[in-house]
């Protein structure tokens, strides 16, 4: 069965800290993994997203992700964290169903505090 | 360029009425898909539409309808509301089934 885990409901951090988000997945095929953000009462935001290529990813807000495909992670990065960085990420896969009509797998999102 | 609107943004509704969440892009995309996010739950898939006259049940389609107007608009409808429908909906759109945009939420209650 095709599906996304994130192990933590939330991870807490110091300001100026790196942090990291994880993401597990198990897909058939080649899976395209995105992480997207949302800040409270808002819609989803995209951070990043990897389809091939280089396994460290760059995306928005600083925010980078490693492709570990031994490992069917895709954890979420970032050096420094700020307390705007605050939010509630959500990791997703493309999944494939019998039509093969392609749509996103979803973590359940993981809640981030980034303390003063 | 506006990305993704919904409309309203805010709805209360009693128990079997009716009403309709608009949905509106302005990026050309041929894909839309709608969702609802409970507490606890995450996103979930209610329907969507890899393209203009096409639509598919998604994990959770019961008591919703919905309607690709045209390649812009992604209507849908709940034709008779109950509590358990109050929730968190979203809608977005892709130019492929990959990255997808998101409309800012309706929050909806159901009493």
């Known amino acids: 069965a095709q599906s996304v885990a994130q192990p933590e409901d939330q991870v807490n951090v110091a300001e100026g800290n790196p942090l990291t988000v994880k993401c597990t997945y198990s897909?058939?095929?080649?899976?395209?993994l995105f992480w997207y953000v949302q800040y409270p009462n808002r819609g989803l935001q995209f951070l990043l997203k990897?389809?091939?290529?280089d396994n460290l990813v760059k995306g928005s807000y600083g925010f980078e992700a490693e492709f570990n495909k031994s490992q069917t992670s895709f954890h979420l990065k970032k050096p420094s964290a700020l307390v705007s960085d605050s939010a509630l990420y959500f990791c997703?896969?493309?999944?494939?169903?019998?039509?093969?009509?392609?749509?996103?797998?979803w973590g359940l999102g993981t809640s981030l505090a980034v303390n003063p | 360029n506006a990305g993704v609107t919904q409309t309203p943004k805010f709805q209360v509704l009693k128990t079997g009425q009716s009403m309709t969440l608009q949905c509106a892009q302005d990026?050309?995309?041929?894909?839309m898909y709608w969702y609802r996010q409970d507490p606890g739950m995450g996103l979930r898939l209610i329907y969507y539409?890899?393209?203009?006259?096409?639509?598919d049940k998604g994990e959770v389609p019961n008591g919703y309808n919905v309607s690709r107007l045209n390649k812009r608009e992604f209507s849908l409808r709940l034709e008779s509301a109950a509590p358990s429908q109050t929730s968190v909906y979203f809608c977005?759109?892709?130019?492929?089934?990959?990255?997808?945009?998101f409309g800012p939420g309706t929050r909806l209650t159901v009493l």
């Open positions: 977005a759109s892709s130019r492929e089934p990959d990255t997808q945009y």
């Open positions: 897909v058939s095929g080649n899976p395209y």
């Open positions: 990026m050309n995309h041929n894909s």
């Open positions: 990897y389809i091939t290529g």
């Open positions: 997703a896969v493309r999944g494939y169903n019998a039509g093969n009509n392609r749509k996103l797998i």
């Open positions: 539409s890899a393209s203009e006259g096409t639509t």
